[in-house]
């Protein structure tokens, strides 16, 4: 049996949730309302979020282009996709959306430049 | 010598945003004075996610908010000058800018829209004792270069203050390699959002102290290290609990000030608790013909806000533009009471056609749990609202039916305690 105390982040109200795993079984106490039951079993089984970071451009008129992955991946597939990043040089033109590294780390999800970086 | 209908100064999100509406709202010639080389203000360096959940209905990054507002400005023949600084506005709405491409200009405006933002509180306001090494950063300052520029500030770093941008910047700066040896907080609560404690510091492992503050910055050349003591309720540093903590940077993340020179300079009424204009419902400023809009205004947490604000002014700002009369305004003031630190607009102006409902802003002073708002015309309570919590780090709003105010001298809000 493993258990953890979280506050949800659902909405402001910050509900202390206390989270117990007993075999396949997921309880959570202190919510007050289903978002955070949601949210807390999300946090148990497999916590998910949204890498930003920026890389250098060859040759834009700006040194670096913002980033993120275009889905959110495991938070344990964070620092593989940050080591991942540390190589990938785009070559300006860089639009918004243009794919900047495919499938990261293998997490299958793409990284994806959220500014354009013009041509220098 | 240029003339135009409204000249909008600054061209971040509350800039861009006004001029979108103005535009819409029928406006012809607008005009963005922008100090910066490119459009988009501070949402640029904030590449982290969570922007425009409720404007776009999806989770995106400031550069991304940034553009579709951009993009947007394409065909709309709305004029953009950047690097560009205004450096004077006259309560005749004349400006004086001086551009880096355009020289010296006079701008002459039927309408002005103040969309300047804020700046961040520095080292200097708050006042550390120690010597003046390098490797003190605001953390907007490191988050520009870490995130733009593509410089580090340091490796081993302590952050001042758990506002949002020091929280995000915890993150930022230990997935780019550094270490982050503390965050110290000199309230006994964060004014960043739970959001960011959670998915910034606590995923990180990095701790946070409430009620400490740093005493001193230690280094001559560079920053060695830095003082960490708790403080009592007076946010006086208790003897005794000092902690030396080695570290070649500090970053400071304490608080937003808005960029209001140029809208005292025009003579404009100030509301010393936002530092910025007091404004009617239409953010229309005691200068008629000036509006404000943003975190030129108050500061904001979300900038989903910003937009909705500017939309705002944008549209009033054109209205103001197209009518050739304006009657004489009968304002009424809105005055936040117990419990209630201010609110936009602080005044109502009463003249004129209204819409049936008015939207308040406010912030409270305190986290109340559970919270009941109480709005009064003439001493008379007109609404009661009651939420599961309000806290001083999130702005609420309130709708007021106008038939219930029209009549009023005066109009308060205020917190009923439990």
Not at chain 2, 165 to 185: D, F, H, N, P
């Amino acid at each position: 049996m493993i258990e953890k105390d979280m506050v949800c982040i659902v909405c402001p109200v910050g509900c202390r949730l206390h989270v117990v795993k007993d075999g396949e079984q997921i309880t959570v106490s202190g919510n007050t309302c289903k978002r955070g039951e949601r949210y807390a079993v999300g946090e148990f089984t497999d916590p998910q979020r949204t890498v930003t970071s920026s890389v250098y451009v060859e040759g834009g008129h700006m040194p670096l282009a913002s980033v993120r992955t275009e889905k959110t991946i495991s938070k344990a597939k964070i620092p593989a996709v940050l080591e991942a990043l540390k190589t990938v040089r785009p070559v300006a033109p860089v639009k918004v959306g243009d794919v900047v590294l495919p499938n990261a780390a293998g997490t299958g999800v793409n990284v994806i430049a959220t500014r354009e970086i013009r041509r220098k | 010598m240029k003339q135009v209908d409204i000249a909008i100064i600054g061209g971040g999100p509350a800039g861009l945003a006004a001029a979108l509406e103005a535009k819409k709202t029928g406006a012809q010639s607008i005009l963005i004075i922008e100090r910066d080389r490119e459009l988009g203000g501070i949402l640029q360096q904030c590449i982290h996610n969570g922007f425009g959940l409720q404007w776009f209905g999806e989770e995106l990054s400031g550069p991304e908010y940034a553009h579709r507002f951009i993009e947007q400005l394409a065909d709309t023949g709305i004029e953009v000058m950047t690097d560009t600084m205004a450096l004077q506005l006259n309560p005749d709405k004349t400006i004086i800018a001086a551009g880096y491409h355009t020289g010296w200009e006079e701008i002459h405006a039927k309408a002005v829209i103040l969309a300047m933002g804020c700046r961040e509180r520095t080292r200097g306001a708050i006042n550390i004792p120690g010597a003046r090494p390098a490797g003190v950063y605001t953390a907007g300052c490191a988050q520009r270069l870490v995130n733009m520029e593509g410089y580090m500030p340091g490796r081993e770093i302590v952050i001042l203050g758990s506002g949002d941008i020091g929280l995000i910047m915890a993150r930022r700066m230990t997935w780019e390699g550094a270490k982050v040896k503390l965050v110290s907080e000199i309230m006994p609560y964060s004014s960043g959002l739970a959001r960011n404690i959670a998915q910034c510091l606590d995923d990180n492992d990095i701790p946070l102290k409430f009620s400490h503050t740093v005493t001193q910055i230690h280094g001559r050349e560079r920053v060695e290290g830095v003082t960490v003591a708790e403080v009592d309720a007076k946010l006086n540093p208790i003897p005794g609990t000092e902690e030396y903590i080695p570290c070649d940077t500090l970053l400071l993340s304490v608080g937003l000030i808005p960029e209001n020179e140029l809208t005292t300079m025009a003579g404009i009424q100030m509301d010393p608790v936002t530092s910025g204009a007091a404004v009617d419902q239409n953010r229309q400023t005691s200068v008629e013909g000036i509006f404000a809009c943003g975190n030129v205004l108050h500061v904001h947490d979300l900038v989903d806000n910003v937009s909705a604000e500017a939309v705002i002014a944008g549209h009033a700002a054109a209205e103001y533009v197209r009518k050739t009369e304006h009657p004489a305004p009968r304002k009424v003031a809105l005055k936040p009471e117990n419990g209630v630190r201010y609110t936009v607009p602080q005044a109502l102006n009463l003249a004129g056609e209204l819409p049936e409902e008015l939207d308040l802003y406010f912030r409270v002073r305190n986290a109340y749990k559970p919270a009941v708002l109480e709005i009064t015309a003439d001493g008379k309570v007109i609404r009661t609202v009651k939420k599961p919590i309000m806290t001083p780090g999130e702005m609420e709003k309130v709708k007021v039916k106008t038939a219930d105010i029209a009549q009023a001298g005066e109009i308060a809000l205020r917190i009923v305690e439990a």
